[in-house]
């Protein structure tokens, strides 16, 4: 091609990339900043009672904290097949719910304390390709939608009517997802989010590989189009913001778990099960705050 017009068809390529990137900019919200968090602490988590997920309470007044494990499962739940517990959330009104799988069928089961201290339970039937897992629930700041994950490499998270909290759920009735948050990239093995503000969540990432952010066992910031509503979706920008705390005296494979975020105090929690026999010694629930 003649350099007069090749460099004409270059200077029109060019104009066309700047009016298409302009349009795209414009058309795209705009991301939120990605947040720093630091390690300031930390504390065993008993492998029983503290090895899969943990949620701060706020009502009523001066709650301890909850930890879910093997060992927290009531026998009447385990009997009946809920044998698996995850990463729970509480409400800012005292609603507190863990969420159970079993090892086969079609339902997940959300186990649901009012402030009263009664118990009941939700069960929703799956939905065409949705997996059985049921890894842990995030409740909205305005306790009326819960967010829920699916174990693998997933590019959603489901979204419910909080059972117990919505005027729509009742016991009886199945517990259907009333909307979906689409990630605009894939994450792997979340084993907890928790909302730090109101389109904002931070999640646990078990992720073995590292191939999806360039490390593993990443902690992650989705970052919400719009609150969840229910009744329409919303997108998900998803940044990895460091790795979380890989520490044992023994070597082997870590276990990322349950998160919780306590807007009281602005501390971020995440459980780290340890490999091997320090899984009794060794594991640890992180602390750090945003700086």
Known sequence: ???????????????????????????????????????????????????QGLTSVEVPAGSPNHYTGIGTIPAGVSSRGWNHVGDPDASY???YIEPYQADSGNAKMFRVQ???????EYVHTLGSGEALNNSWVAISPDGQRMLS???????????????????????????????????????????????????????????PDG?????????????LSAAPNGTADVSGHVTALRQLPL?????????AEGIDYDR????????????????????????????
């Open 247 to 255: 520490r044992s005296s023994c070597s082997g494979t870590f276990e």
């Open 149 to 207: 994950g699916e174990y693998g490499t997933m590019s959603r998270f489901l979204v419910f009517p909080t059972p117990g909290v919505n005027a729509s759920t009742s016991p009886s009735a199945n517990l259907p997802q009333a909307s979906t948050v689409n990630l605009d990239h894939a994450v792997r093995d979340v084993q907890g989010c928790d909302f730090s503000g109101p389109t904002t969540l931070l999640c646990s990432s078990d992720d």
């Open 211 to 223: 191939t999806l952010f360039g490390m593993t066992k990443p902690l992650l910031q989705v970052d």
């Open 114 to 120: 009012a402030p009263d201290g009664s118990w009941s």
């Open 1 to 51: 091609m003649p350099l007069r017009a090749w460099q004409r068809c270059h200077a029109v390529l060019t104009a066309a990339v700047v009016l298409a990137t302009a349009a795209v900019l414009s058309a795209a919200p705009p991301a939120s900043a990605a947040d720093t968090w630091t390690e300031v602490g930390s504390d065993r988590a008993d492998p029983l009672t503290e090895s």
């Open 93 to 95: 009104d005292g609603h």
């Open 264 to 291: 009281r105090s602005g501390t971020l929690r995440v459980i780290v099960v340890s490999p091997g026999f320090c899984v009794l010694t060794d594991s640890k629930t992180y602390r750090f705050t945003r700086s």
